[in-house]
């Protein structure tokens, strides 16, 4: 007995998988993290796809929910992939804390440096009210203010991988917003000096968490740290189907 206890005791142990906490976007839910969630648990990966009340408090109050969620890992190396509020939720948090065990961070079309619809629409008091009514009080942070809680915080300093849209579906894109968009937020907002690589896809803000080729890269900087800047929908596919 005595002696199968000691072959026990120097036997491997199985390897815990990576856990990866999911945060969606602003007035979305967890359910528009889900594709992205089962991909993930597919490549073997413990998956928090966690649900917050965006649309019921301001940015430095929905940041607790980042701890809420990073406390479900444990102590298993944790990484982050979020869309759009959710980037800059991680970031604040990250600013102040730290998981058991860092891993990488992924974040589909964060508003980094905020975004001009935000700007122009604040200015009229009927549409500050409305976006205010519709999305909460974390919409009107998310302008291009240098003072905005967007622009204080700090660059990071853990592995980021930034995935940006040019494609847009909303008017307001193309109308209000300079340069390449993805109909909310520009390709240069997303940018934050300090990240770890960074690429553009033909993707929609609204739908970018349900593109093949976005979630192929979220899946390649979580496992390699970089992106593949050669991907096609064909590649994309194959990386998919092969945890």
């Known amino acids: 007995m005595r002696l199968l206890l000691v072959l026990f005791l120097l036997l491997p142990l199985p390897a815990r998988a990576d856990c990866v906490v999911l945060m969606h976007g602003l007035s979305r839910t967890d359910s528009s993290m889900w594709l992205i969630a089962e991909t993930l648990e597919y490549h073997g990966y413990r998956v928090i796809n966690y649900h917050y009340p965006s649309t019921d408090e301001a940015v430095e109050n ?22 759009s509020l959710g980037g800059i939720l991680v970031r604040a948090w990250l600013s102040e804390e730290r998981p058991a065990l860092m891993g990488r961070v992924v ?3 964060p508003p980094n ?3 001009e619809i935000v700007d122009n629409l604040a ?3 009927l549409f500050h009210d409305i976006m205010t009514f519709m999305h909460g009080p974390a919409v009107v942070q998310l302008g291009t203010d240098a003072g905005s809680i967007l622009n204080q915080l ?3 300093d853990y592995e980021l ?3 940006a849209g040019n494609r847009a579906i909303s008017p307001l894109g193309p109308f209000l917003i300079e ?3 993805d109909g909310t937020v520009s390709v240069e907002s997303t940018r934050v000096a300090g990240m770890t690589d960074h690429i553009v896809l033909p993707a929609t803000h609204a739908m970018i968490m349900m ?3 976005a979630i192929a890269e979220v899946v390649e900087f979580l496992r390699y740290g970089a992106f593949d800047h050669g991907i096609t929908l064909a590649s994309a596919i194959r990386k998919l189907a092969n945890p």
Request: net charge negative; with cysteine.
């Open 62 to 83: 929905l940041v607790r929910h980042v701890g809420f969620a990073v406390n479900q890992c444990g102590f298993q190396q944790t990484h982050f992939v979020t869309h």
């Open 107 to 109: 974040m589909l079309a």
């Open 113 to 115: 440096h905020g975004t």
């Open 123 to 125: 200015e009229n008091e």
């Open 154 to 156: 700090p660059e990071p």
């Open 161 to 163: 991988g930034i995935v």
């Open 179 to 181: 340069g390449e968009n």
């Open 211 to 213: 593109n093949p080729i």
